[in-house]
């Protein structure tokens, strides 16, 4: 049984199941938290509006892009590069192809 | 007729996607019902061809022999048309027989019937084809014809919606790039034959001394797979093509990139095993790693949910590479840890192709349920889809490689094996596996959390099958991997490892 879970990784070995148990005392530890948190709570009522410095938003959604807005610029100056970088042009993917070629041939042949 | 299993695998998909508009024309649930039993079938061939060859050895099937075992025509020579499915080959049809039986039946739900619907399952089903038959083929020149199957109906697939602008671009560009790297793949070939007057694998495998000619068809080699493979610097119409395709047959194309990594493996490991190079081990390990960088960055930036996903899947195949590149470097010495890394490399060939194929799935989901992928317009979709979300999340952190999930079993093999040759190698891997999990993140949060978002119509229940029956996959390949690796990951590894010699066996006998 312990060998159908357990994989051997040359330095020591992985077995999910030790993990999964962990995981699960986080879980009930988690929902024992929970669970003895304020009841007040009512669903559909505007407690569900977010608060977004005392005004109520239309659409008070934060979409996709503006999470890790400051990380990505932060990455801005990588990031720029590599979008530059994908083009769209064919012209420019197939030059590509052939630097690839030119390594392999580099390193093999001459 | 178990006998001939490795060829109905491959004719019968083949014959059977071009009979498809015919049945079309009896009736649409005659058409469906063809397509299902055709995904079927080939279920159960590349099931019985994978017990077969991991409990008896390799299976050669040879094509206008009196006995289909009858390698050598008079003369002692392999001319015949003949295919050699090893451990490494039978693990391929695995992964695209499965994937097969989860795409199918969610693509006919999926694509609307003015849509072209027929046409769809037709390439989608010529597409398996070909990816089996690279997966089986033990014939040079049959290898580049499969090659040139599944790139024309991939190239069919992607530019599908031809009522967009930006599917028949993705295309064409896919087209263009697919035919250059298929070309200097038959270059390559040609070099061989006119070397050694032959194409089959395992004699020209024989064959191979090392000349300058052998080391320049290599090179060509390398760079067409590559190339077809998605592999940085030569990723570009990947992401195009996964993100334009329909989201059912997008994932038949991963399987299609993965089999041109196969094609890879079976190249450096089995043809030019003898010549075993560290420097063209560094070279794959160096692509893998700018493919994994360069795919996990521009992920970061997406904002179409497809998009997002289809770099994801790209970032993948540099874990592959990785894994496999580790295993090439040393197999000069072979040590332990290559072979780890090795085995790490193709478990994580499955693993992608299940939480790869999940997200395209969910991300299909999502564009049936608001029609767009767009995640600036996207939101709360967890409230209306929440199989969906559930689905997505653990799909996304599998592909991040959080245990105990399919990916984390297959990651900690190549960061381990990897480690051994050069921490760098594993602390980038790691890095980025981080920065996928950042971005997967964002994906969820920007698609389904947040104030409920209007759902238009149930999801249909066939679309919760196949989402469920990968979920179940991961589940299991995450919560007993050992079984996974002993059974079918280790063969095929080995198969690659220290199989050539097996190979040329089974083939031309001694």
């Known amino acids: 049984m312990e060998e159908t ?106 | 007729m178990s006998v001939h299993a490795p060829i109905l695998a491959i004719a019968v998909p083949l014959l059977g996607g071009f009979a498809v508009p015919l049945l079309a024309r009896l009736h649409r649930k005659v058409r469906d019902l063809w397509v299902l039993l055709v995904v079927l079938f080939v279920g159960v061939c590349v099931g019985y061809v994978a017990a077969h060859v991991f409990t008896q050895g390799i299976w050669v099937y040879v094509l206008g022999a009196k006995n289909p075992q009858e390698t050598l025509a008079p003369g002692g020579f392999p001319i015949r048309i003949m295919l050699t499915v090893d451990a490494m080959s039978a693990f391929m049809g695995l992964i695209a027989g499965f994937i097969a039986l989860v795409a199918f039946p969610f ?62 671009e993705a295309a064409f560009k896919s087209m263009l790039l697919f035919s250059v790297s298929g070309l200097f793949f038959l270059l390559g070939v040609a070099l061989l034959y006119g070397e050694y007057g032959a194409l089959n694998l395992a004699y020209v495998s024989a064959q191979i001394r090392g000349s300058v000619v052998d080391r320049l068809s290599l090179a060509l080699f390398l760079a067409g797979l590559l190339m077809k493979a998605a592999a940085a610097p030569v990723h570009f119409w990947a992401p195009d093509a996964y993100g334009e395709a329909p989201a059912a047959k997008a994932l038949l194309l991963v399987v299609n990139t993965q089999v041109s990594l196969y094609g890879l493996w079976r190249v450096l490991f089995t043809l030019y095993g003898g010549l075993s190079d560290a420097g063209v081990g560094w070279l794959v390990v160096s692509l893998g790693l700018l493919t994994m960088v360069v795919a996990a960055l521009m992920a970061l930036v997406q904002t179409d949910l497809g998009r997002l996903v289809a770099y994801g899947a790209v970032s993948q195949i540099g874990y592959m590479m990785l894994g496999v590149g580790v295993g090439l470097v040393a197999l000069s010495g072979r040590p332990d840890y290559g072979f780890v890394a090795m085995q790490g490399g193709v478990f994580h060939m499955l693993n992608d192709a299940l939480t790869v194929g999940l997200l395209f799935l969910c991300v299909g989901a999502v564009e049936w349920a608001k029609g767009t992928r767009d995640l600036r317009a996207l939101g709360g979709l967890g409230h209306g889809l929440p199989e969906v979300a559930l689905a997505f999340l653990l799909a996304s952190l599998a592909l991040a490689g959080i245990p105990p999930l399919n990916g984390f079993a297959s990651k900690i093999l190549i960061y381990e094996g990897s480690f051994r040759l050069s921490p760098i190698l594993t602390a980038i891997a790691v890095l980025c596996s981080i920065l996928l999990l950042a971005v997967f993140a964002r994906a969820f949060q920007g698609a389904f959390l947040g104030p409920r978002g209007e759902v238009e119509g149930k999801i249909p229940w066939v679309f919760l099958l196949s989402i469920g029956l990968l979920v179940v996959g991961i589940l299991v390949l995450g919560l007993v991997p050992g079984f996974f690796v002993e059974e079918i990951v280790t063969p095929a590894a080995k198969a690659l490892w220290q199989g050539r010699a097996l190979y040329l066996a089974a083939v031309l006998g001694g």
């Open chain 1, 5 to 110: 879970i357990k994989i051997f990784t040359g330095h020591g070995y992985w077995t999910p199941l030790i993990w999964t148990l962990a995981a699960l005392g986080v879980l009930i530890l988690a929902i024992l938290l929970w669970s003895r948190g304020r009841r007040e709570y009512k669903r559909g009522t505007e407690q569900e509006l977010p608060f977004l410095s005392g005004e109520k938003a239309e659409n008070p959604r934060v979409g996709a892009p503006h999470l890790y807005w400051g990380f990505v610029e932060a990455l801005r100056p990588f990031l720029s590069p590599l979008r530059d970088w994908h083009s769209g042009l064919i012209n420019d993917y197939a030059a590509w192809f052939l630097v690839v070629l030119g390594v392999a041939l580099l390193l093999l042949v001459v």
């Open chain 2, 107 to 168: 693509a006919l739900k999926y694509i609307p019937e003015e849509e072209g619907k027929t046409l769809s399952l037709t390439l989608g089903i010529l597409l398996l084809a070909g990816i089996l038959g690279m997966a089986y083929t033990g014939d040079l020149f049959n290898f580049f014809v499969f090659l040139e199957v599944t790139s024309i109906a991939a190239c069919g697939i992607i530019g599908f919606r031809t009522w967009t602008s930006r599917a028949p």
